[in-house]
């Protein structure tokens, strides 16, 4: 059974933009001496950018019982280890201090997880895998040809295995860094290598969906031509807490990774609430963060989940914490999933091929929401993965996280091909809904100029922030709307909702 989205309605994404960033290099402050491994939580303290100076924080942290981890000044966010208690509250009373929050709520100390068996020199593919550049996904994105070159994206996940045959030569290990364990930059290998058995095969499988070489076997990216950069974020347990997913953004932007795709939500929160003291400050860490990166021309892409949840109608958490004791809470529109519904990211939900009529529909499992999503892009597709026990190194995977390295390798095209007219290909297909009328408003407000295209089936009007579509399909009828358009000197990419 595949779920529709917004009454069986599902919507696939293909783009082409010009876009031009310029990112400063300077180097990340150092890190500080590390809280030994005693009962502690990593906690967030929010300044306003600029100031006080380290030394001020340093002390003042010190004096509050806890350990200075790492400082980003620039938007006035520092990390630290403290154990529970009155540390908090003795850092609020500072005049400079705007919050401060734990990050998780497990005490358990981070450390790096036993490394995967590389792929290196398995050549062997399953007969199921689709061969080079012909899986539905490559085609349904139009990414057929070479594109990326010159670029780097980083892969802000769990490892990548630098021995696959399809990623060896793709990954560059000068930018790679583990920033898992307490949110403080690790540039070992063995800080950013996977973890071993399937667990540990998620990063691997990502890369290979953006930047797979074009060779003539095994799998191919979406942006073959491109560079990965590896930046592990999560921990022995698999946990990506808030620290590690602020390393791995400002470690992009301080060394102008310019496209970084993040197949994950931040933990433990499935939901992080602005209204919540133990989340608030995290959030708010967060949210600098990202629209730091924004700012300074990194493209944030992120997965929004595979619960099969409404998004923009939740009202009830039942996972969270998940390095804890999980409780029902109540959620409200306060509350938003870290990355994917952060301001300054794309968010990517997930299209399937159905098997039947071979329409592009929305996949089963995949969250969705009207303002909750930006693009849907394929998210059940062979990748490389680290070798498993049975020897292979290829998996078929279903997933958002499989979806959002898609339109990663589509930003790497365009970085590489930066082309100056657009084409802006929306594939709709109606999945077994009632009656089949569906209205598509598409946000086009990131476009310099956008000509009103004539739909093959129903009316588009131009609105005050783009083109609204309204159209009727009958069951398994799929239609196509190309936009012509002209893009500007930013990262272009439409906003779409379906109803």
């Known amino acids: ?55 001020t924080l340093r002390a003042a942290i010190a004096d509050a019982g806890g350990t200075f981890l ?3 000044p620039e938007i006035g966010v520092t990390v630290v280890r ?30 790096l997880p036993d490394p995967a068996e590389s792929a290196a020199g398995v050549t062997e593919e399953p007969e199921a895998m689709p061969a080079e550049g012909t899986a539905w996904d490559t085609v349904a994105v139009g990414a057929t040809t ?19 045959p399809d990623l060896a030569d793709r990954i560059d290990p000068a930018l790679s860094v583990g920033c898992g364990i307490k949110g403080v930059p690790d540039t070992r290998p063995a800080a950013w290598a996977p973890e071993a058995g399937l667990s540990g095969a ?3 499988h990502v890369a290979g969906s953006i930047a797979g070489a074009a060779d003539g076997a095994g799998i191919r990216g979406i942006a073959p031509d491109a560079r990965v950069a590896a930046i592990k974020v999560d921990n022995q347990t698999g946990h990506i807490y808030p620290e590690a997913s602020i390393c791995a953004t400002m470690w992009a932007v301080r060394h102008d990774i310019p496209v970084v795709n993040h197949s994950y939500y931040v933990d433990p929160w499935y939901v992080w609430c602005a209204g919540d003291e133990t989340q608030s400050a995290a959030l708010e860490a967060l949210r600098r963060t990202y629209a ?15 619960e099969a949840q409404d998004l923009a109608t939740m009202t009830t958490d039942v996972v969270s914490p998940n390095d804890g004791a999980p409780e029902p809470r109540p959620v409200d529109s306060s509350c938003l999933k870290a990355l994917a519904g952060l301001p300054d990211v794309i968010s990517v939900a997930a299209a399937d091929q159905d098997e039947t009529s071979g329409a592009v529909v929305m996949a089963r499992f995949s969250n969705y929401g009207a303002g909750t999503v930006t693009v849907t892009a394929p998210g059940v597709v062979w990748s490389a993965v680290t070798r498993q026990d049975d020897g292979s190194i290829y998996a ?13 390798g589509l930003a790497a095209r ?86």
Not at 12 to 18: E, H, P, S, Y
């Open 292 to 306: 730091y990166a924004h700012e300074q021309g990194v493209v944030s892409v992120a997965a929004v989940g595979n």
């Open 414 to 499: 365009l970085l590489a091909a930066d082309p100056q007219d657009t084409l802006i290909v929306l594939d709709l297909a109606n999945a077994g809904a009632v009656g089949g009328r569906a209205v598509v408003d598409i946000d086009l407000t990131a476009f310099a100029d956008v000509e009103v295209p004539v739909p093959p089936v129903g009316e588009v009007e131009r609105t005050a922030r783009g083109l609204r579509w309204t159209l009727t399909l009958d069951s398994a009828q799929k239609a196509q709307l190309q936009i012509p358009a002209t893009s500007g000197d930013d990262p272009a990419f439409p906003v779409v909702a379906v109803r």
């Open 70 to 72: 790492i400082s980003y």
């Open 146 to 164: 070479p594109g990326g070159a010159g670029v780097v994206v980083g892969v802000a996940d769990n490892g990548i295995d630098a021995g696959h």
């Open 202 to 204: 998620h990063g691997t």
């Open 1 to 55: 059974m595949i779920r529709p989205l917004s009454r069986g309605i599902g919507v696939a994404l293909a783009v082409g933009v010009a876009l031009a960033l310029a990112i400063p290099s300077s180097p990340l402050p150092a890190a500080a001496e590390v809280a030994p491994d005693t009962p502690a939580l990593n906690w967030v303290v929010n300044t306003a950018p600029g100031g006080p100076s380290e030394e």
């Open 396 to 408: 078929l995977f279903p997933g958002t996280s499989m979806a959002s390295p898609h339109v990663a």
């Open 82 to 111: 403290a154990p529970e208690g009155g540390f908090a509250a003795q850092l609020r009373d500072l005049p400079w201090v705007q919050s401060v929050g734990p990050t998780r709520t497990s005490t358990t100390p981070d450390r």
